[in-house]
T-cell receptor, first 109, second 114 residues
Framework: GQNIDQPTEMTATEGAIVQINCTYQ??????LFWYQQHAGEAPTFLSY??LDGLEEKGRFSSFLSRSKGYSYLLLKELQMKDSASYLC??????????WGAGTKLIIKP | IAGITQAPTSQILAAGRRMTLRCTQD?????MYWYRQDLGLGLRLIHY???????GKGEVPDGYSVSRANTDDFPLTLASAVPSQTSVYFC?????????????FGPGTRLTVL
């Protein structure tokens, strides 16, 4: 079957660094996406990885290991506005996205 | 219009009623999608359309139908609503179907079926 696993909730302190992990099992693989979703709002795109390695984009970085079926999203210099849910999604053999349930990130002052 | 719009924003519906959720995009994207989002679950694909005139079934299509008469519009119809269809519904689009299909989401419709 197809499955995406990520922690349900994480807490971090303003100014710190947090890593959100995601493991995936899909029939075929066509890329790994991370989206941010603030409460009551729509998901918005953060990053895309299709090759192994780290992609850096400002305070956010995303890592992929295809052999391990593993990705993480790294958020640096946390700000209160980073409090949101972070959704991991993997593209399957039909190029449809399989979504994790999301990780709710709580930032404390 | 900028991006994707959905209507209504929210709706309370009696079980057994018919309901159409509207979705319109102005980005000339080829592919469009309907998802439902329930607490504790990931987004689940209901139906999709890779290009105007074609549609396909996603993970949870039962009880829903779609049409794609043109590029911009992708309505979702619940023929006879049931309480288990209470959810937040998101419409999304991507430039193309296929690799690197970054999806852009509408603001969502919160539907309650009583």
């Amino acid at each position: 079957g197809q499955n995406i696993d990520q922690p349900t909730e994480m807490t971090a302190t303003e100014g710190a660094i947090v890593q959100i992990n995601c493991t995936y099992q899909t029939s075929g693989f066509n890329g790994l996406f991370w989206y941010q979703q603030h409460a009551g709002e729509a998901p918005t795109f953060l990053s895309y990885n299709v090759l192994d390695g780290l992609e850096e984009k400002g305070r956010f970085s995303s890592f992929l290991s295809r052999s391990k079926g593993y990705s993480y999203l790294l958020l640096k210099e946390l700000q209160m506005k980073d409090s949101a849910s972070y959704l991991c999604a993997a593209g399957d053999s039909n190029y449809q996205l399989i979504w994790g349930a999301g990780t709710k990130l709580i930032i404390k002052p | 219009i900028a991006g994707i719009t959905q209507a209504p924003t929210s709706q309370i519906l009696a079980a057994g009623r018919r309901m159409t959720l509207r979705c319109t995009q102005d980005m000339r994207h080829n592919a469009m999608y309907w998802y439902r989002q329930d607490l504790g679950l990931g987004l689940r694909l209901i139906h999709y359309s890779n290009t105007a005139g074609t549609t396909g079934k996603g993970e949870v299509p039962d009880g829903y139908s779609v049409s794609r008469a043109n590029t911009d519009d992708f309505p979702l119809t619940l023929a006879s609503a049931v309480p288990s269809q209470t959810s937040v519904y998101f419409c999304a689009s991507s430039e193309l179907a296929g690799e690197y299909n970054e999806q852009f989401f509408g603001p969502g419709t919160r539907l309650t079926v009583l």
